[in-house]
């Protein structure tokens, strides 16, 4: 019965899922018009608040902002329905796309229709960057981040760590003085943190026996190595879809090549860079989260091991890339208006924010690199064109990502 109340909502939800587009700025508007001007389940001061809240958090922001609507109507259960109903139709459609992408290599399609994706995703990518830049870099102490990020991310991009460390680092820095944001008088009260243990326990479980399934050879190993790949993505990403897509493709791509990796870890999940590329410029053409890369990607990662296989990494990589963003969005947000009063949040913030500006630049010249020179002779001009066309189209122009992503396909079929 309890149920049957929020049956509108949930609907409400599922039509939204459908039709989102654009990614979390496209998102916040929509979510305006639909929660808020149109149902009314909750008020414009709240919505700004929930997305103030989300963005302090790692994980994907859009999906936390909508999960806390529905935990505002109907607590953790009816916060659960809507996280699912959420991210059911993105995680579905890219789950799917990774069988079709087999589909077009036997038909030898693939080359021609996703050839300009590559530097389409440069050209999101580099949009991104600009962004958050804007966003973000007001002041010496950001600029220097960004810069030593910048630098440190492109030189040192195959160690896995390098990045959630450079976040760390960041915070710490812009904390160094306290004259930008000065600690309020108003004393905040003690926080419980008993309440994130399920989320430690979750990172600390998937981490050890992922360790121990790499040193003891266990088989069928890759699905545990890819849950605790993808969890550790959703728990320390910043800065959204295109972070975690940079995150993946050092991961997924990357590290695979690493004589080095190989050697100690011959069986590491590792995704053909073709691949990565249709995956990751793909899911601008798909409504709901950018996270959703992820249920692509892990059907990409066990696509050797037959369908079945297939279907559970597409169902790995769902699952543990938002279990992250509900714990802690269900966890923190109840300490939340005792936890805003803590300026060494905001100042952490601010470095945090510059680290990932410095990140996604980064990661724009390094897939910019990657590019093979093959392609370089025979479709420079047309890359250029596309990345800079890309990022003007998306700067300059009201399209929507899907119809940037289609433009981008026709190219690749006919020229």
Same mark, same amino acid.
């Given at each position: 019965?309890v149920?049957m109340r929020h049956?509108p909502?949930? !609907?409400?939800v599922f039509?939204?899922?459908l039709?989102?587009?654009g990614g979390?700025?496209g998102?916040f508007?929509?979510?305006l !018009?639909?929660f808020?001007h149109r149902r009314r389940?909750?008020?414009?001061e709240?919505?700004?608040?929930?997305?103030?809240?989300?963005?302090l958090?790692p994980g994907?922001s859009?999906?936390q902002v909508?999960?806390?609507?529905?935990y505002?109507r109907g607590g953790v259960?009816?916060?659960?329905?809507?996280?699912?109903i959420?991210?059911l139709?993105a995680c579905?459609?890219?789950?799917?796309?990774?069988?079709?992408v087999r589909y077009?290599? $036997?038909q030898?399609?693939?080359v +021609?229709?996703?050839r300009?994706i590559?530097?389409?995703?440069i050209g999101?990518?580099?949009?991104?960057?600009m962004v958050?830049f804007?966003?973000?870099?007001h @002041?010496t102490?950001?600029?220097v981040?960004?810069?030593?990020t910048?630098v440190?991310?492109?030189?040192?991009?195959?160690?896995?760590w390098?990045?959630?460390l450079l976040?760390?680092? %960041?915070?710490?820095?812009? @904390?160094?003085?306290? !004259?930008?944001i000065p600690?309020g008088?108003? +004393?905040?009260?003690?926080?419980n943190?008993?309440?994130i243990?399920?989320?430690v326990v979750v990172?600390?479980?998937?981490?050890l026996?992922?360790?121990?399934?790499?040193k003891q050879?266990?088989?069928?190993?890759?699905?545990i190595n890819?849950?605790?790949n993808?969890?550790?993505? %959703?728990?320390?990403v910043?800065? %959204?879809?295109?972070?975690?897509?940079a995150?993946m493709?050092?991961q997924f791509v990357i590290r695979?090549?690493?004589?080095?990796?190989?050697?100690? @870890?011959?069986?590491?999940?590792?995704?053909n860079?073709?691949?990565?590329? /249709?995956?990751a410029?793909m899911?601008?053409?798909m409504p709901?989260p950018?996270?959703s890369?992820?249920?692509?990607?892990?059907?990409?990662?066990m @696509?050797?091991r %037959?369908?079945a296989?297939?279907?559970?990494?597409c169902?790995i990589?769902?699952v543990?890339?938002?279990l992250?963003?509900?714990f802690?969005?269900?966890?923190?947000?109840?300490?939340w208006?005792?936890? !805003? +009063?803590?300026?060494v949040?905001?100042r952490?913030l601010?470095g945090?924010n510059?680290?990932?500006?410095g990140?996604l630049?980064?990661s724009?010249v390094?897939m910019l690199k990657d590019?093979s020179?093959h392609?370089? /002779?025979?479709?420079g001009?047309?890359n250029?064109?596309?990345?800079a066309g890309s990022?003007a189209?998306l700067?300059? $122009?009201?399209?929507p990502?899907?119809?940037i992503?289609?433009i981008?396909?026709?190219?690749?079929y006919f020229?």
């Amino acid at each position: 019965m309890v149920l049957m109340r929020h049956l509108p909502f949930l !609907k409400a939800v599922f039509l939204y899922s459908l039709t989102a587009f654009g990614g979390p700025q496209g998102h916040f508007g929509m979510m305006l !018009k639909t929660f808020v001007h149109r149902r009314r389940d909750i008020n414009e001061e709240e919505l700004v608040e929930y997305n103030a809240f989300c963005q302090l958090l790692p994980g994907a922001s859009s999906t936390q902002v909508v999960t806390l609507i529905g935990y505002k109507r109907g607590g953790v259960p009816l916060a659960v329905l809507t996280l699912l109903i959420w991210i059911l139709p993105a995680c579905l459609l890219m789950g799917a796309l990774s069988f079709l992408v087999r589909y077009f290599d $036997s038909q030898s399609m693939k080359v +021609k229709l996703f050839r300009y994706i590559a530097p389409m995703t440069i050209g999101f990518l580099g949009y991104a960057s600009m962004v958050a830049f804007r966003m973000s870099i007001h @002041n010496t102490i950001t600029r220097v981040v960004m810069i030593m990020t910048g630098v440190l991310t492109f030189a040192f991009f195959r160690i896995p760590w390098m990045i959630p460390l450079l976040i760390v680092v %960041g915070g710490f820095v812009t @904390n160094l003085s306290d !004259k930008r944001i000065p600690q309020g008088h108003e +004393k905040p009260r003690k926080i419980n943190w008993g309440n994130i243990w399920l989320f430690v326990v979750v990172f600390a479980l998937a981490g050890l026996l992922s360790e121990q399934a790499r040193k003891q050879n266990w088989p069928n190993r890759r699905p545990i190595n890819l849950f605790e790949n993808t969890y550790r993505f %959703g728990s320390l990403v910043f800065g %959204g879809g295109q972070m975690l897509i940079a995150m993946m493709y050092e991961q997924f791509v990357i590290r695979p090549e690493s004589e080095k990796v190989v050697r100690v @870890n011959p069986n590491v999940v590792k995704i053909n860079r073709d691949d990565f590329y /249709t995956g990751a410029g793909m899911v601008r053409a798909m409504p709901g989260p950018v996270f959703s890369v992820a249920s692509f990607m892990g059907g990409m990662a066990m @696509n050797d091991r %037959g369908v079945a296989w297939q279907v559970a990494g597409c169902v790995i990589g769902s699952v543990a890339i938002f279990l992250p963003s509900l714990f802690l969005v269900l966890f923190f947000y109840p300490i939340w208006n005792n936890l !805003k +009063k803590y300026a060494v949040v905001f100042r952490a913030l601010e470095g945090i924010n510059a680290t990932v500006v410095g990140i996604l630049i980064a990661s724009s010249v390094y897939m910019l690199k990657d590019i093979s020179l093959h392609e370089w /002779t025979e479709h420079g001009l047309m890359n250029v064109a596309v990345i800079a066309g890309s990022w003007a189209l998306l700067l300059y $122009s009201r399209l929507p990502s899907p119809v940037i992503v289609a433009i981008c396909l026709v190219l690749g079929y006919f020229f």
